[in-house]
């Protein structure tokens, strides 16, 4: 209710700051806060800087103290490098920054019922035990569903429906079930039983060694996981299907209009129409989309796929490291092991998704639908073009996001980071460029317009 928040004495205090222009930071993090102060930013008061790992400690111990005194709720505390050069050296893995890491507290815990639990199915065929509980709260949130994350978990905790349960939220965050009060078990309880076969389509669950989950072997036959992997590979990282959101997804399988992901590239205007708050405009939208996303990147498609453990880094890694999909799909453990930030069980998830007759099946029928990306120009990460350099990017791009240029200039083997140091080999200036291309302008870096930039990128 707008008019209830309204009431409230909101806040915020400043961490960080993201694209700066027309103006220099400091060179150290705590420095910047400092700077946000004067210019009127509130930030926190008991932010401070401190040196050694034993310092670190003292100061989460003296904030765990006065956790409980504080006028707001606090889950933890994050460590950082103050030393802006250093971030920018440490850098990011994905989205999460090296130089900086979480500290959580204990969670708080409370005592309820444990009513019942049901077996949800994930996008992966995950076979995941919920439990339903007497409702709680803890640390300030209602709470009446817990994960208890797969079979070890159940018999290690020992819980029984109609069990009276300590609860906590994970990292204050995600509920779950810390431990069972025996002594209150009642004569009526039930021991949990795994299923064998899947909840939603009924084909056998198994449990490979050395996993503690237990998988649907339904694949994407299983409504469960074909709305998942659908939703997953229209999404913004991966085909980036615009108008093809969960909602949709979840009525399309439902009517029978979609079965796999390559039956996206099937549907029609006319059928789209016909669904609830789907028009004629909408549905033209959607189907024009659809032919727009046609034309993509290899890691986007990759990624896409939904293979475990493969997320965007590693499609990258993929697509930068392998001259096309063949060489993939015929690619073994070993070749997978030599490539960067890939391990065995990577590896195995990899070679076991192209060894799925079904899978090369789908994939093809969307190669066969028109399917398709810019031929790599490298297949050796160290012969690409751009291979050892560091790029940064600032201002406005007219011919593209700069998501999309990122990932092209990755592409070609450059490193692009966020801040402009005396390391960084380019700096791309696109509209209203400011502090960073003024520090390239410095330290005598080549700078790029967006014309040379798509020169480059053509070339």
């Known amino acids: 209710d707008p008019a209830i928040t309204a009431q409230r004495p909101l806040e915020m205090c400043c961490y960080s700051v993201g694209i700066v222009a027309g103006g220099e930071l400091p060179d150290r993090h705590d420095a910047v806060l400092k700077q946000l102060n004067r210019w009127g930013f509130r930030i926190n008061p008991a932010m401070q800087v401190v040196d050694g790992i034993d310092a670190c400690i003292a100061y989460q111990q003296q904030l ?35 130089w900086a890491i979480a500290y959580k507290f204990p969670a708080q815990e409370e005592m309820t019922v444990l009513r019942d639990v049901e077996f949800q199915v994930g996008r992966t065929g995950a076979i995941t035990p919920v439990a339903r509980l007497q409702p709680v709260l803890v640390g300030g949130v209602t709470v009446s569903n817990a994960t208890l994350h797969n079979a070890d978990e159940i018999e290690r905790l020992g819980v029984h429906i109609g069990d009276t349960v300590i609860v906590r939220r994970a990292g204050d965050v995600i509920p779950q079930i810390v431990s069972v009060i025996t002594e209150k078990r009642p004569a009526d309880s039930q021991p949990i039983t795994f299923p064998r076969h899947c909840p939603i389509c009924d084909a056998a669950v198994e449990r490979v060694d050395g996993e503690a989950v237990a998988r649907c072997t339904g694949g994407i036959s299983c409504p469960a996981q074909s709305k998942r992997a659908i939703q997953h590979f229209a999404s913004r990282k991966a085909m980036d299907i615009e108008g093809l959101g969960d909602k949709l997804v979840e009525q399309l399988v439902d009517n029978g209009l979609l079965h796999t992901i390559a039956d996206i590239y099937q549907l029609q205007a006319a059928q789209l129409a016909g669904l609830e708050r789907m028009g004629d405009k909408s549905a033209a939208n959607l189907v024009e989309a659809i032919e727009k996303s046609k034309h993509t990147r290899f890691a986007r498609f990759l990624y896409a796929l939904g293979i475990r453990e493969v997320g965007e880094a590693t499609a990258q890694t993929l697509a930068a490291s392998f001259a096309d999909l063949p060489a993939l799909q015929q690619a073994d453990e070993q070749q997978l092991l030599e490539l960067p930030d890939i391990g065995p069980i990577v590896a195995a998830h990899i070679t076991g998704f192209f060894a799925n007759p079904h899978n090369n099946a789908v994939i093809q029928r969307l190669l066969d639908a028109g399917i398709h990306w810019p031929a790599p120009q490298a297949v050796n990460a160290a012969e690409q073009p751009l291979a050892g350099k560091i790029i940064v990017l600032t201002g406005e791009l007219d011919s593209m996001s700069r998501s999309e240029a990122k990932e092209r200039l990755q592409q070609l083997g450059a490193r692009v980071t966020g801040s402009v140091s005396a390391k960084t080999d380019i700096v791309i200036a696109g509209r209203a460029a400011g502090s960073k291309l003024s520090k390239a302008q410095q330290l005598g870096i080549t700078v790029l317009d967006e014309q040379a930039m798509t020169e480059l990128l053509n070339a």
């Open 64 to 98: 765990a103290q006065q956790r409980d005194s504080l006028p707001y709720d606090i889950d933890g505390i994050v460590f950082k490098v103050n030393e802006r050069s250093l971030q920018e050296r440490l850098g990011f893995v994905s989205r999460a920054p090296r």
